[in-house]
């Protein structure tokens, strides 16, 4: 039993227009919602909402989920993060992660392969920065400090700001087993994406025995509020099939690799093949109900108190602080 689960507002990234949630993380903080996290892709970025709303706020917490690490050099990361947290009163939790070759290829411009040595790297930096202990140098393959190039007149500095924390809690997005390594192993919490409550164990291990005091795990879990049954499970399964089907090219989609994980290789193959071929309507009918259930929470307020149950009372990570960040759509 995980006594100290704790919930989460997850507000994701803009689509197609500009949102204010301002009322949405008002009313989450007047309840008692522990946190809010923000994520990114190719529009709107993580961290200037969350500064957006620490201003209205004074006690939740405020997570990226994630910000990518080829968006930003570990050095810009550790200024915004260093300035949003003291801003706001050290309530930041860093969430970084790697996102997919299309988008850091496509988008970034930046070379995709060895995320986790570049991740790993790139916390080293961002902690070596918050630390202040000396002019910062780092010797890594892909974020040397100084510059070993260029005009060669690059020179160690120190971060001009005393951080409110130096130990800003850094997070990592992690679906594949490697990934999910070095979460436990560099990290101070981990945010997976599409976990099966059910099949937790089966897909990751024994997580609880490989966490430290204060390790966090942070679920992001879709919630869909409605009466009407079959229509919530119809919308809850559009994310999904999204995810599956076009978040990814095919055979480097890391959803894929999730749900197959969760014991529905057969189902991710599917919807990634009938939402590539652009029959994306079947490729949500392909979703069978009992997958969706397990990695979302669908339905009226009773029968999303009594599934919440099954996160609370979940065996993988009974020394873990959970967070389900929801979102009602």
Same mark, same amino acid.
């Given at each position: 039993?995980?006594?100290?689960?704790?919930?989460?507002?997850?507000?994701?990234?803009?689509?197609?227009?500009?949102?204010?949630?301002?009322?949405?993380?008002?009313?989450?903080?007047?309840?008692?919602?522990?946190?809010?996290?923000?994520?990114?892709?190719?529009?709107?970025?993580?961290?200037?909402?969350?500064?957006?709303?620490?201003?209205?706020?004074?006690?939740?917490?405020?997570?990226?989920?994630?910000?990518?690490?080829?968006?930003?050099?570990?050095?810009?990361?550790?200024?915004?993060?260093?300035?949003?947290?003291?801003?706001?009163?050290?309530?930041?939790?860093?969430?970084?992660?790697?996102?997919?070759?299309?988008?850091?290829?496509?988008?970034?411009?930046?070379?995709?392969?060895?995320?986790?040595?570049?991740?790993?790297?790139?916390?080293?930096?961002?902690?070596?920065?918050?630390?202040?202990?000396?002019?910062?140098?780092?010797?890594?393959?892909?974020? @040397?400090?100084?510059?070993?190039? +260029?005009?060669? $007149?690059?020179? *160690?500095?120190?971060? =001009?700001? %005393?951080? !409110? #924390?130096?130990?800003?809690?850094?997070?990592?997005?992690?679906?594949?087993?490697?990934?999910?390594?070095?979460?436990?192993?560099?990290?101070?919490?981990?945010?997976?994406?599409?976990?099966?409550?059910?099949?937790?164990?089966?897909?990751?291990?024994?997580?609880?025995?490989?966490?430290?005091?204060?390790?966090?795990?942070?679920?992001?879990?879709?919630?869909?509020?409605?009466?009407?049954?079959?229509?919530?499970?119809?919308?809850?399964?559009?994310?999904?099939?999204?995810?599956?089907?076009?978040?990814?090219?095919?055979?480097?989609?890391?959803?894929?690799?999730?749900?197959?994980?969760?014991?529905?290789?057969?189902?991710?193959?599917?919807?990634?093949?009938?939402?590539?071929?652009?029959?994306?309507?079947?490729?949500?009918?392909?979703? @069978?109900?009992?997958?969706?259930? +397990?990695?979302? $929470?669908?339905? *009226?307020?009773?029968? =999303?108190? %009594?599934? !919440? #149950?099954?996160?609370?009372?979940?065996?993988?990570?009974?020394?873990?602080?959970?967070?389900?960040?929801?979102?009602?759509?």
């Amino acid at each position: 039993m995980v006594a100290d689960l704790k919930l989460g507002i997850g507000l994701g990234y803009w689509q197609r227009r500009p949102v204010d949630d301002s009322a949405a993380v008002l009313t989450a903080e007047q309840l008692g919602y522990d946190s809010v996290w923000i994520g990114e892709a190719y529009g709107s970025d993580a961290l200037t909402p969350l500064t957006w709303y620490a201003a209205r706020t004074s006690r939740i917490g405020l997570g990226t989920s994630i910000c990518q690490i080829d968006a930003r050099t570990p050095a810009n990361a550790a200024m915004a993060a260093m300035t949003l947290d003291a801003l706001s009163g050290g309530r930041l939790r860093l969430g970084l992660g790697v996102s997919g070759p299309q988008v850091v290829e496509g988008w970034y411009g930046r070379p995709f392969p060895r995320p986790l040595a570049r991740t790993r790297e790139y916390v080293e930096v961002l902690r070596a920065i918050w630390a202040r202990d000396e002019p910062v140098r780092h010797e890594g393959e892909f974020y @040397p400090l100084p510059h070993p190039g +260029g005009a060669g $007149l690059g020179k *160690p500095l120190r971060l =001009i700001t %005393e951080p !409110l #924390r130096p130990d800003i809690p850094v997070l990592l997005g992690a679906q594949g087993p490697r990934n999910v390594d070095l979460a436990l192993e560099v990290g101070d919490g981990w945010i997976p994406a599409f976990v099966h409550v059910e099949s937790f164990t089966a897909a990751y291990g024994d997580v609880q025995a490989r966490t430290r005091p204060g390790f966090e795990v942070v679920a992001m879990v879709n919630t869909f509020v409605d009466d009407d049954l079959p229509a919530a499970f119809r919308r809850a399964k559009e994310p999904l099939a999204w995810y599956v089907g076009g978040m990814g090219a095919k055979g480097a989609n890391f959803h894929v690799d999730a749900i197959t994980r969760a014991g529905y290789g057969h189902v991710a193959a599917e919807v990634q093949e009938l939402f590539l071929a652009g029959r994306r309507e079947a490729a949500v009918d392909a979703i @069978p109900d009992e997958l969706v259930d +397990g990695t979302s $929470l669908i339905g *009226p307020p009773g029968r =999303i108190r %009594e599934r !919440l #149950r099954l996160w609370q009372d979940s065996p993988s990570a009974p020394s873990c602080s959970w967070s389900c960040a929801t979102r009602s759509r």
